[in-house]
């Protein structure tokens, strides 16, 4: 069974720091792209970063360029998103997902195999 699994989110100050990280297990993590999506409440969900299988290039969204940092480590079978900076518009659910090749794409579909997510909320 393909998993990925999610933690390190919580509640922090504006300003503050967060290392999300996901743990993939039951495939090849190394040739595989990964990305990080956020689901704020009410909203829908949003792809924040992405990254290639071997980490030769990546994705960030407008919103969290120059605060949010996308790194994955193949021998760990583990994915990172470091956020600084954070804002309360942060606040949201955040999900590592799987995709379909070695290369990201900014398609959600292809993304198919999601974790449960963790949360992170952004408030004073």
């Known amino acids: 069974e393909q998993l990925v699994v999610e933690s390190g989110g919580g509640l922090v100050q504006p300003g503050g720091s967060l290392k999300l990280s996901c743990v993939a297990s039951?495939?090849?993590?190394?040739?595989?792209?990964m990305g990080w999506f956020r689901r704020p409440p009410g909203k829908a969900s949003e792809l924040v970063a992405a990254?290639?299988?071997?980490?030769?290039?990546?994705y960030y969204t407008d919103a969290v360029k120059g605060r949010f940092t996308i790194t994955r480590d193949n021998d760990l079978n583990t994915l990172y998103l470091e956020m600084n900076d954070l804002r309360p518009e942060d606040t949201a659910l955040y999900s590592c997902?799987?995709?379909?090749?070695?290369?990201?794409?900014?398609?959600?579909?292809?993304?198919?195999?999601w974790g449960q997510g963790t949360q992170v909320t952004v408030t004073s």
């Open positions: 997902a799987s995709g379909q090749g070695p290369l990201f794409s900014l398609a959600p579909h292809s993304y198919p195999n």
């Open positions: 039951g495939f090849n993590f190394d040739i595989y792209a």
């Open positions: 990254i290639n299988s071997n980490a030769d290039n990546s």
